[in-house]
C-alpha cells in the first residue's frame, strides 16, 4: 500500500478554523484511498495509460453519473443539486466537498473499474483559533478508518516541529504554542498531513532593554498578530504600565510607581499617572502598548511592568528590565595635560556572557574593554569618548563623554607669570606712592597763603 500526500494551496479558513488537507493512499491498482477535509477540493486522477484509440471515460458517486469524456475530445459535467464538479485533464473535481459527498467513486473506463474511497479528515481546535496565553487548547484529529481491519496512526506537531504522540492533545498555551499545528496521519509507513492555526494572545516584549543619558528609551511591549477588537472579545478588562526603581547594588523596590492606564472607551488610549518624562507610542491602532523617551535617565534602571486585565482568568503581564550604560572618569572630565585618567564604562551589574563593550576614542580608535587606564593624557585624548555595549554583532546602546584636557604649565612660564605679577603689584604701589605725595603737596602750599588772622583782600583803602 502506498500513501501519496498533494501539495493543497493556501485557502481561506474554515468558520472552524480549519486548514484543508488532501492526502492519497493507494491500496491497488484497483482502488485508491484518498483522505480530505469537509470544503475542500478534491481531485481524483484517472488510471495511467487509460487512453486507448477509442477510449470512453465516465465517473460516477454511487448510481450518479458525474462527467464523462472520450477519445473524440467529447466531455461533459453533468449538474446535479449541491453538487459543483469539473473536469481538468480528464480527472474529476469536486470543489467545496460536502459531508455527504464522503465515499465510494468509480472510474468506468471501457467498461473497466477503478474505486476511489474518499475519507473524512477532521482537525479541531477547542477553544477554536484564538485563546489568551495560559489558558488550555485541546486540539483534536479524527481520520476516518479505511476498512474494520486498518486503523491509521496519528500524531500532532507543534509550531516548532516537536511530536506529540496523541491524536487528542490538551496543552496549557503561551506565546511558543501559536502558530500551525500539524496533524500526521500514518499508513503503512506512508503518511499524509492536516494544518490548524492556533493564535494566542499574549504579551511580546524582550526581557532586557538598554539606554544611557545620550541614546533613546525604549520600553517595548505588544500583542502581535492580533487586532483590539479581538482583544476586547476575550474579555479585556483594565491595562497599565508600572515601573519598580532598581538601585545600583541591583536591588528592586517594592514600592511601584503606575506610569499609564489603559482608556478602553473609543479610540483605546493611555490616561497619564506618573509618566516619568515617558510617551506611548504614536500609532495606537493596533496593541503597540510600547513607552519611550528621546534620552535615557540614570533614573530609568529598573523593572518595567505591562499588565493586560481580562474578566476571566489570570491577567496578561510581561517585565522589561532597563539597564542604563553610565560613564565614570576618575579625576575628573577637566584634566591638565600629563595627568592620570580612569574610564570606566559599565552597566552597574555584570555584563553576562554575550555582551560586551568597546570604547571609541576621540581619533576614532576602537579598545574592546570596559575600563580604561591613561597614564599622561595629552591634547589628542580631549574630545568625546564613547563607550558602546554589544551582544554578538549587534549594538545595544552607548554612552558619551567629552573630555578637555588644558596644557601643563613650564618652569618658564610660570617666572614669566610670577614676574608679570610683580611688576603690576611695583606698578600699583608707586601710582600709590606718587598719588599721595600729589595730595600732601597741595595741602602745604594752602597753609603758606594763609598766615595772618584777619586777612584782608587787596585793593585800596580810604583814611
Not at 478554523?17 to 484511498?33: K, M
Not at 477510449?55 to 464523462?68: K, M, Q, R
Not at 499524509?192 to 499574549?202: F, H, K, N
Not at 589628542?380 to 596644557?407: F, H, M, Q, Y
Amino acid at each position: 500500500m502506498t500513501f501519496v500526500s498533494r501539495h493543497i494551496p493556501d485557502m481561506e479558513p474554515l468558520p472552524s478554523g480549519l486548514l484543508l488537507l488532501t492526502a492519497l493512499l493507494s491500496a491497488s491498482r484497483a482502488e485508491e484511498l484518498i483522505y480530505a477535509q469537509v470544503g475542500q477540493t478534491v481531485t481524483l486522477k484517472p488510471p495511467e495509460n487509460y487512453k486507448t484509440p477509442t477510449y470512453y471515460l465516465s465517473w460516477h458517486f454511487g448510481e450518479l453519473e458525474l462527467a464523462w469524456t472520450n477519445h473524440m475530445s467529447g466531455n461533459k459535467v453533468i449538474k446535479h443539486e449541491n453538487w459543483d464538479t469539473a473536469l481538468s485533464d480528464n480527472s474529476l473535481v469536486v470543489k467545496e466537498i460536502r459531508q455527504n459527498q464522503f465515499g465510494i467513486y468509480k472510474c468506468n473506463v471501457n467498461e473497466k473499474i477503478w474505486t476511489y474511497k474518499v475519507l473524512r479528515l477532521k482537525v479541531s481546535a477547542e477553544p477554536p483559533s484564538l485563546v489568551l496565553s495560559g489558558r488550555t487548547v485541546t486540539l483534536v484529529c479524527d481520520a476516518e478508518p479505511p476498512n474494520s481491519l486498518q486503523k491509521p496512526g496519528i500524531h500532532w506537531l507543534n509550531p516548532q516541529g516537536e511530536k506529540i504522540t496523541q491524536a487528542t492533545h490538551s496543552v496549557q498555551v503561551s506565546s511558543r504554542h501559536s502558530g500551525r499545528w500539524t496533524c500526521v496521519v500514518t499508513l503503512d509507513r506512508k503518511e499524509a498531513t492536516a494544518q490548524i492555526s492556533v493564535t494566542v494572545v499574549d504579551l511580546y516584549s524582550p526581557p532586557m532593554a538598554y539606554t544611557s543619558t545620550s541614546s533613546p528609551l525604549a520600553v517595548p511591549c505588544s500583542v502581535p498578530k492580533v487586532s483590539w477588537e479581538q482583544i476586547k472579545s476575550l474579555g479585556l478588562r483594565e491595562g497599565h504600565w508600572q515601573f519598580f526603581p532598581r538601585s545600583k547594588s541591583n536591588l528592586v523596590s517594592a514600592d511601584a510607581q503606575r506610569l499609564f492606564t489603559l482608556s478602553l472607551e473609543e479610540p483605546v488610549s493611555w490616561k497619564a499617572n506618573q509618566t516619568r518624562g515617558l510617551t506611548p507610542v504614536s500609532d495606537f491602532k493596533t496593541p503597540n502598548l510600547s513607552l519611550g523617551r528621546t534620552l535615557g535617565r540614570a533614573d530609568d534602571r529598573g523593572d518595567y511592568v505591562c499588565t493586560l486585565k481580562f474578566e476571566s482568568g489570570p491577567p496578561l503581564s510581561t517585565t522589561v528590565r532597563v539597564n542604563v550604560l553610565e560613564i565614570a572618569a576618575s579625576p575628573g572630565t577637566v584634566l591638565i595635560s600629563g595627568q592620570q585618567l580612569n574610564l570606566t564604562c559599565g552597566l552597574g551589574v555584570p555584563l553576562t556572557s554575550d555582551l560586551h563593550l568597546k570604547w571609541i576614542s576621540p581619533e576614532r580608535a576602537t579598545i574592546r574593554s570596559g575600563q580604561l587606564t591613561i597614564p599622561a593624557v595629552g591634547a589628542g585624548n580631549s574630545g568625546k569618548w564613547r563607550c558602546e555595549l554589544w551582544r554578538n554583532d549587534t549594538r545595544l546602546t552607548s554612552a558619551v563623554i567629552t573630555l578637555k584636557i588644558e596644557p601643563k604649565l613650564s618652569v618658564w612660564m610660570l617666572v614669566i607669570i610670577c614676574s608679570v605679577a610683580v611688576i603690576v603689584l611695583l606698578l600699583l604701589l608707586l601710582g600709590f606712592i606718587l598719588c599721595r605725595r600729589r595730595r600732601a603737596r597741595v595741602r602745604h602750599v594752602r597753609h603758606q597763603l594763609c598766615q595772618c588772622k584777619n586777612p584782608k583782600p587787596k585793593g585800596f583803602y580810604r583814611t
